[in-house]
């Protein structure tokens, strides 16, 4: 059986058949060799060989064990001789005088039980640390003579730093540091402490057991009132912030629906005759959509000030312009026999539109409404950042602050877990109110182009 | 048949029922509006109230910001081309942010994609776990991580770059993997029967199929990281978004170099949009025209 009844011979044949095999190969690899060409430009472009210099592992490392563990600080105030105790070195963290954790022993010499066998006392003069398997240090700190250091003999270890005003020891137990005016001990614990009451509060340190019971016996009010109004981790001020950035999500959202809904009948051919409104109106869409959202929240702000309802209005104008094109699209695969069939019982256009058109764009309507509300409640956040309103601005202000990590990872997860919700409530809202109609919304929804943002 | 004709309701019942009907639909559609309406008022009167600025002064402002910036421009208008080409650098950066980080994470998202599909996943048993990673990755907003990476990595463009594709391969994961259920699972038969690993099973079997719409969506996603490139520059990460802000923050008798900005912005995403709009219609519906 021949199936080439051609002139070639076979050698011919085969010439041809490789050059096209050969062809298609080399535009198989041509691909992934542009691409790969183009990552190699960025890589230098981006200066990424030098990146690892720039990069500074102390601060991941900060950041990684920061996030959660936190450490107490005991102090004594060289001058006076005074020793305070605070978690985190902040006032607010700061244990009300006399009291003490258990593993700090107060009094004229201060012992500081790191554990492990790791010592720190406060003498009257000199400070001590006892290390196993090293020795002990002695460090003097006075007012003339800087901190004169004593050590074990031997060469000193990378882990202690010495120099004539200061003396450092940093072990796995903890960290001491010396200097002129005081003496300062660090030691790191897991968790976030302080996060359900602060140390001034009488519930600190209660189980969940007793909370509970003294709840039950009519203190519930001034519990929540001490959890509500912790200074540490305000979760008050957090709590608002959370609700601020859905807020902005909501009406941004829901606003720009309102508001593109009317214009979208403005830009269609089969609803608006007049073709001069019709290209007005899509290049009003265009340009507030190209407008971009950084650019409005911008402008916004110089109007408003910061806040949410900023946040809200320039989601509210960006997203008019993207859902009056999502809209319009939607409106011109509307099918005319059911707007027929509503005229011919002598409906008025009010009653055309609103039995014949609204109920079949309705899925589309609704369906975009939801994964925008989804997509939004991220852009509140980062829109947040820009116009310092909702748990975006928290995010940045603990972040520059560049010590709080462990607030840090609490607002990501709660931004996570926000989103996510979102994602889920959405989803599930859309699944309830298009029951049924599932088949119609996916078929326009990709009659529309793919245009969901997801 | 036998029930239907032993209790028929006259037609009076019948009129009566759809009434009721009718009227507690609307009833219901009623208190649903009003309950949204006024959830709407109240919510802008929150926002409202803890704005620094009302919306009733503002509204009256909204255009003062704009006007200012225009004139400023349009009186040092011939220096326009200069800041053109001045801060061209910075929108190649940008660019260059939203299309590395859309190859990176197209290319994670096609992994995650194909260990997320059923048939095609090469151990079953996690693809719960791969659809979780893939959820975590879209709900993260970039700023998170640009900032965290800020922090570490100092600013620049490259933690803007990885935190747009960590979002990027999320969402297009997902996006992917609703596109993998489409996709004939009979090439991958073949190519297993004739003994092909995982991996020439995917770029061989699957990838040819779905390769249009990743493309389609990859397109898509790379407009939007093109705006989230230039907002993630406002916070520190390079790019047009870093100048605007410096041209911002030195105010007024700078506008002439916010006016460029915005106007190379505005161009960029206007040209982008259409550009992908056009090759994915090509996509989507074949060059037949």
Do not use: F, I, V
């Given at each position: 059986m021949t199936t080439f009844d051609t002139n070639l011979t076979p050698a011919e044949l085969k010439l041809s058949i490789s050059r096209l095999f050969m062809k298609k190969r080399l535009t198989n690899f041509a691909l992934p060799a542009a691409v790969l060409a183009y990552l190699a430009y960025v890589f230098f472009a981006f200066s990424m060989p030098g990146l690892w210099e720039r990069a500074s592992l102390d601060n991941a490392l900060t950041l990684v064990s920061d996030s959660y563990s936190y450490k107490t600080h005991v102090t004594r105030?060289?001058?006076?001789g005074e020793v305070s105790v605070a978690i985190e070195g902040e006032r607010k963290g700061a244990y009300p005088d006399g009291m003490a954790p258990d593993w700090v022993a107060l009094g004229e010499t201060t012992v500081i039980d790191l554990e492990d066998g790791h010592r720190v006392t406060f003498g009257l003069e000199t400070i001590e640390y006892v290390i196993p398997g090293y020795g002990a240090v002695r460090a003097t700190p006075s007012r003339t003579a800087g901190v004169q250091a004593e050590l074990p003999a031997g060469e000193i270890p990378g882990w202690i730093n010495v120099s004539k005003n200061r003396l450092a020891v940093t072990t796995e137990a903890g960290r001491l540091t010396v200097t002129r005016n005081r003496a300062e001990v660090f030691r790191y614990f897991a968790g976030w402490e302080l996060f359900f009451f602060t140390l001034d509060s009488p519930y600190y340190g209660m189980g969940a057991g007793e909370l509970l019971q003294r709840a039950a016996t009519g203190e519930g009010g001034s519990i929540f009132q001490d959890f509500w109004t912790n200074?540490?981790?305000r979760h008050q001020d957090v709590a608002w912030a959370i609700a601020e950035t859905l807020l902005m999500a909501f009406l941004g959202t829901i606003g720009a629906g309102i508001i593109a809904l009317p214009l979208a009948f403005a830009a269609t051919r089969n609803f608006m005759p007049l073709s001069s409104i019709r290209f007005a109106v899509r290049r009003l869409f265009d340009f507030v959509r190209g407008v971009d959202s950084l650019i409005w929240t911008v402008v916004l702000a110089r109007a408003f000030g910061p806040g949410p309802l900023t946040g809200a209005l320039a989601i509210l104008v960006t997203d008019t312009g993207t859902f009056g094109k999502i809209f319009s699209e939607a409106l011109e695969n509307v099918d005319q026999k059911q707007i027929e069939g509503v005229a011919s019982t002598g409906a008025k256009p009010v009653q055309r539109y609103r039995f014949g058109v609204i109920p079949q764009i309705t899925p589309v309507l609704l369906s975009q409404l939801l994964y925008f509300l989804e997509s939004n409640t991220r852009s509140a956040t980062i829109i947040g950042a820009i116009t310092g309103g909702g748990i975006g601005l928290l995010l940045t202000q603990a972040i520059i602050t560049q010590k709080d990590w462990e607030e840090v990872a609490y607002y990501i997860t709660l931004i996570i877990l926000m989103v996510m919700l979102m994602d889920w409530f959405s989803g599930w809202l859309r699944r309830r109110l298009i029951k049924g109609e599932g088949g119609k919304a996916g078929r326009t929804a990709r009659k529309g182009k793919a245009f969901l943002l997801p | 048949m036998a029930d239907l004709t032993a209790a028929r309701p006259t037609v009076n019942e019948i009129r009566e029922h759809y009434t009721a009907h009718i009227q507690r639909k609307r009833l219901y559609g009623g208190i649903l509006l009003a309950v949204f309406v006024a959830l709407m008022a109240a919510g802008f009167r929150t926002a409202d109230d803890r704005n620094a600025g009302s919306f009733a002064d503002g509204f009256t402002r909204v255009f003062d910001y704009p006007a200012e910036v225009l004139a400023e421009a349009a009186g040092k208008a011939a220096q326009l081309p200069g800041h053109l080409v001045h801060f061209f650098p910075a929108l190649v950066e940008t660019l260059n942010i939203a299309a590395a980080s859309t190859l990176v994470g197209a290319m994670f998202g096609t992994l995650l994609s194909l260990l997320a599909t059923r048939g095609m996943?090469?151990?079953?048993?996690l693809i719960p776990l791969f659809r979780r990673i893939s959820d975590i990755c879209r709900a993260i907003p970039e700023i998170v991580i640009a900032l965290v990476l800020i922090f570490v990595?100092?600013?620049?463009p490259v933690p803007a770059m990885i935190a747009i594709a960590i979002h990027t391969a999320g969402a297009l994961g997902k996006l992917f993997s609703e596109v993998n259920e489409n996709a004939s699972l009979k090439p991958v038969e073949g190519l297993t029967s004739v003994g092909a690993t995982w991996a020439q099973r995917m770029t061989l079997g699957v990838i040819p199929q779905v390769g249009p719409n990743y493309v389609s969506y990859a397109l898509l996603r790379f407009e939007i990281n093109i705006r989230a490139s230039a907002i993630l520059g406002f916070v520190g990460a390079g790019g047009i978004g870093y100048e605007l802000k410096n041209a911002m923050s030195w105010g007024q008798g700078r506008y002439d170099e916010a006016a460029a900005i915005f106007l190379l912005l505005f161009v960029t995403i206007v040209g982008v949009d259409q550009l992908s709009g056009l090759l994915r219609d090509r996509l989507t519906y074949g060059a037949k025209a």
């Open positions: 105030d060289n001058r006076s200074k540490m981790w | 996943a090469p151990w079953p048993a990595l100092g600013g620049g």
